[in-house]
């Protein structure tokens, strides 16, 4: 066999043992997630890019807000890793400037109103070792209060979606029979 092959063998498993020793001790690679990741992007005339990275946990029968998600409690919004929203321009939401940037996303459930929480650090994960939320509230940089919207239809899995069907602007997160929308305003660039 030649130097060639030999050295191919060799990284092919070495790579094999690097994939099987990082999804036996990190995450699972080969498996299906309980709460899949998922991202969801807006663009508006090839100028305005907004996205969030999220984990989509589902309903499964069971109590969401005031059970499962706590009310008064901050939620890492979503599961599994920190959710993050993104946007390359700045924006306002309710008459408070968020520049362009990456965020984490958090809220605090309430039963008819959320506060919804964008914060400048980004963390690794969502909880930690003793499922406590890893967001440090010195990092926030925006914090609002959205109404809650009672749904007539149940959603089986949490969704972020972004709304601009009224060209109003707005980030909607719905789980369960709870929907609420954070309005996006569009700063215009300064020349």
Do not use: C, H
């Amino acid at each position: 066999m030649n130097t060639f092959l030999k050295r191919l063998l060799v990284t092919l498993s070495i790579v094999a043992v690097g994939l099987f020793l990082y999804s036996y001790f990190v995450e699972d690679i080969f498996s299906n997630r309980l709460s899949p990741k998922d991202t969801v992007e807006f663009k508006l005339n090839n100028d305005l890019k907004l996205e969030v990275f999220y984990n989509r946990p589902s309903k499964k029968g069971r109590e969401i807000f005031g059970a499962l998600v706590p009310y008064n409690k901050v939620w890492r919004t979503g599961a599994n890793e920190a959710t993050t929203f993104e946007t390359n321009k700045d924006l306002m939401i309710q008459g408070i400037y968020l520049p362009k940037g990456k965020y984490t996303l958090w809220t605090v459930p309430k039963d008819s109103v959320w506060n919804v929480i964008f914060n400048k650090k980004q963390y690794p994960w969502g909880v930690d070792e003793e499922m406590q939320v890893m967001w440090d509230p010195n990092y926030d940089i925006l914090e609002i209060d959205v109404p809650v919207e009672k749904l007539d239809t149940t959603v089986e899995q949490f969704t972020i979606a972004f709304d601009n069907s009224t060209d109003n602007l707005k980030l909607t997160m719905a789980w369960d029979n709870t929907k609420i929308a954070v309005p996006l305003s569009v700063l215009k660039d300064k020349k």
